[in-house]
T-cell receptor
Framework: GQNIDQPTEMTATEGAIVQINCTYQ??????LFWYQQHAGEAPTFLSY??LDGLEEKGRFSSFLSRSKGYSYLLLKELQMKDSASYLCAVSDSNYQLIWGAGTKLIIKP | ETGVTQTPRHLVMGMTNKKSLKCEQHLGHNAMYWYKQSAKKPLELMFV???????ENNSVPSRFSPECPNSSHLFLHLHTLQPEDSALYLC???????????????FGPGTRLTVL
């Protein structure tokens, strides 16, 4: 079967750095997405990785290792507004998105 | 209006009611999706429409009935639901369906459904 694993919940301090991991087992791989979802709002696109390595976009970076079936989202200089759920999704061999259950990130002052 | 909009944002209904959820996308996309989001569970893909034709129906109970009258609008008709159907129902759109690896989906804010 296809499976995406990510931690259910994480807590971090304002101004710090946090890394949210995602491991996947899918039938084929055509890229990995990270989405951010604030409570009661729409998920919004953060990043897309299809090749190994690190993609940096401001305070957010996303890393991919295809051989390990592993990705992480790195958030730097955390702000209170970063409190949200972070969803990992993999595009499989049929370009279908397989979703993780999301990681709820709590930022404390 | 921009992006993907959904109405209503909140809905409470009894098990014998009939209601409909509406989604509209203002992005000129060709594919539209219905997802169910329950707490601490992955997004469940329910239906996919591509160019107004249904292309995915992931074993969804018949009490959920989708309709796509044109490429901008998507409905989810609800009838004799069960309490376990209470969830957030998200609509999404993408430029095309399943034809490239980079196929970013744009989501609406969802309808929070409670079935009593």
């Amino acid at each position: 079967g296809q499976n995406i694993d990510q931690p259910t919940e994480m807590t971090a301090t304002e101004g710090a750095i946090v890394q949210i991991n995602c491991t996947y087992q899918t039938s084929g791989f055509n890229g990995l997405f990270w989405y951010q979802q604030h409570a009661g709002e729409a998920p919004t696109f953060l990043s897309y990785n299809v090749l190994d390595g690190l993609e940096e976009k401001g305070r957010f970076s996303s890393f991919l290792s295809r051989s390990k079936g592993y990705s992480y989202l790195l958030l730097k200089e955390l702000q209170m507004k970063d409190s949200a759920s972070y969803l990992c999704a993999v595009s499989d061999s049929n370009y279908q998105l397989i979703w993780g259950a999301g990681t709820k990130l709590i930022i404390k002052p | 209006e921009t992006g993907v909009t959904q109405t209503p944002r909140h809905l409470v209904m009894g098990m014998t009611n009939k209601k409909s959820l509406k989604c509209e996308q203002h992005l000129g996309h060709n594919a539209m999706y219905w997802y169910k989001q329950s707490a601490k569970k992955p997004l469940e893909l329910m239906f996919v429409y591509s160019l107004e034709e249904r292309v995915e129906n992931n074993s969804v109970p018949s009490r959920f009935s989708p309709e796509c009258p044109n490429s901008s609008h998507l409905f989810l008709h609800l009838h004799t639901l069960q309490p376990e159907d209470s969830a957030l129902y998200l609509c999404a759109s993408s430029q095309d369906y399943a034809d490239s690896s980079y196929n970013e989906q744009f989501f609406g804010p969802g309808t929070r459904l409670t079935v009593l």
